[in-house]
């Protein structure tokens, strides 16, 4: 794999062009992203030299902010500026000479899922997606996933006042992104070891239909006391 430089909406991002080794002309491309806080060498890059293996073209980036990226404030996970981010590496991997046709794919794992989603819709310079372990949320899964409305309204509360002391000061204020006691943490709490295999094995994340686990996340926050300790299910 080689670096790469592109832009996305000002900001000079970073990735890593994978190809075949014995590459004989263009080839089909594929963007790749992964879940939130992973950077070009984690889980995109793998599948993107795996990508490459199989005879494609895949392109792993840094989102803005991340990695050997520019932006501030580091290590914000903004949808919209992944999806923007995502749409900027498409455009590269089109113009690019290793790449063949009018059109590329686009993978996404978990979070990095619902980014290319959200890229690809509308997008007739995207062909075909690929979800891995899709994380897939609406306003209904957040409230179920970050202890209902409370617990939502109480992340948009300190959201806004990091937002206000940044552009006031400069200053970033971070949160862990996972814990299993911190409640300040983006993925927070243990619910119980007994509990939480009885979720797992219910709550099949890789194998079942959106409306099967919306439900099947229903069930394990029944009340709102699992809910306000129940984090992501993956």
Known sequence: CSLVWFTSLGERLAGHLCLPTNRKGALPGVVVLGS????????????????AAKGYA????????HGESSGAPRNVESPSRKINDVKAAVAF????????????GALGVCAGAGYVAGAAAGNKQIAAVALVAPW???AAMVRLVYGGKRGVQKR???????KKLFEKTGKVRYVPAVSTKNKKAAMCCAIGK????????????CT?????RSA????????????????MLM
Request: hydrophobic share 40%; charged share 30%; aromatic share 8%.
């Open 93 to 104: 991997l089109l113009e690019h000479r290793a790449v063949k046709g009018k059109q590329v």
């Open 58 to 65: 895949a392109l792993a980036f840094d989102p803005w902010g």
């Open 136 to 138: 897939l949320h609406d």
């Open 156 to 162: 948009l509360v300190a959201a806004k006042a990091a």
């Open 194 to 205: 007994k509990r939480m295999n009885e979720a797992l094995r219910s709550c099949d994340y």
């Open 36 to 51: 939130w806080t992973t950077v070009k060498e984690q889980m995109a890059g793998l599948y993107a030299r795996k990508l």
């Open 208 to 212: 079942t239909s959106m409306d099967e």
């Open 216 to 231: 099947c996340y229903k069930a394990v926050a029944k009340d709102e006391g699992l809910r306000s300790k129940t984090c």
